[in-house]
């Protein structure tokens, strides 16, 4: 069992700059509009040039807040700025629908497009319910960052440390790792009415776990999403 539990969040200190003029106040605003028009249409040209497929395609916005806090996270030193793998979970879908995606930003391509399971008690065929606590066998909303690989009791398995202080960077201590599950699949989710769920980690298709853990480990970005405004406005990652 892993008890060891932190959390990075690195703030450059803000030296506080009085605006003396209207006019320069005005000028501020408007090279503020600018930039965040520029880092949409960027992202929104980025997001037309990657292969979805059609009948399994991305949320442009999902994809848009991801890219904002793979953006953030680089530029907080930790990720890489050669990072280009981003990994994106939309626990807002149905947990029988393909809803994680692994795209490659450099290529413009996705790697990989696979079903994901969340916490016993985050719902049943959707996600309703997240937690940071222990024990709770709920899914945690937000950005990680991967880590190291290890053999454990579901296999060949993927640390995650979590990087939202208060909604998922308690991830570490509760063992919440990327690792396979034979109820992760069609097959189950024909049976159930949906595919099974994890005691909180986001569990993936046992015959595609190997390749997946061992395309992101080693620093890079996963993304679990959920439409909660609380988290949506308070995330430090996901400001533009």
């Given amino acids: 069992m892993v008890t060891t539990s932190f959390y990075i969040s690195p703030r450059a200190e803000v030296k506080s700059v009085s605006i ?60 890489t700025d050669e990072s280009h793998l981003l990994t994106v979970c939309d626990f807002s879908m149905s947990s029988n629908t393909k809803r994680l995606w692994i795209i490659d930003l450099n290529d413009k391509k996705v790697l990989f497009n696979s079903l994901v399971a969340h916490g016993k008690n985050t719902g049943e065929e959707f996600a309703t319910n997240f937690s940071n606590t222990e024990s709770s066998r709920q899914s945690s909303m937000g950005f990680y960052i991967t880590d190291a690989t290890y ?9 995650l440390l979590g990087m939202d202080k208060g909604f998922n960077d308690a991830a570490y201590k509760r063992a919440i790792v990327m690792h396979g599950a034979d ?35 080693g620093r890079n970005l996963l993304f679990i999403y959920y439409p909660d405004q609380n988290y949506l406005s308070s995330s430090e990652w996901l400001k533009a």
């Fill in 20 to 79: 003396t003029t209207t006019k320069t106040e005005r000028v501020t605003d408007t090279k503020s509009e600018k930039s965040n028009t520029t880092a949409v249409s960027s992202a929104e040209a980025l997001y037309k040039t990657i292969e979805f497929d059609p009948e399994h395609e991305l949320n442009y916005e999902v994809f848009s807040k991801a890219l904002t806090g793979l953006e953030n996270l680089k530029k907080a030193g930790l990720l």
């Fill in 151 to 159: 053999q454990g009791d579901n296999g060949y398995s993927l640390r």
């Fill in 183 to 217: 109820y992760v699949s069609d097959a189950f989710a024909a049976v159930h009415k949906r595919i099974g769920r994890s005691w909180g980690c986001p569990a993936v298709p046992r015959e595609l776990s190997q390749a997946m853990i061992n395309t992101i480990k």
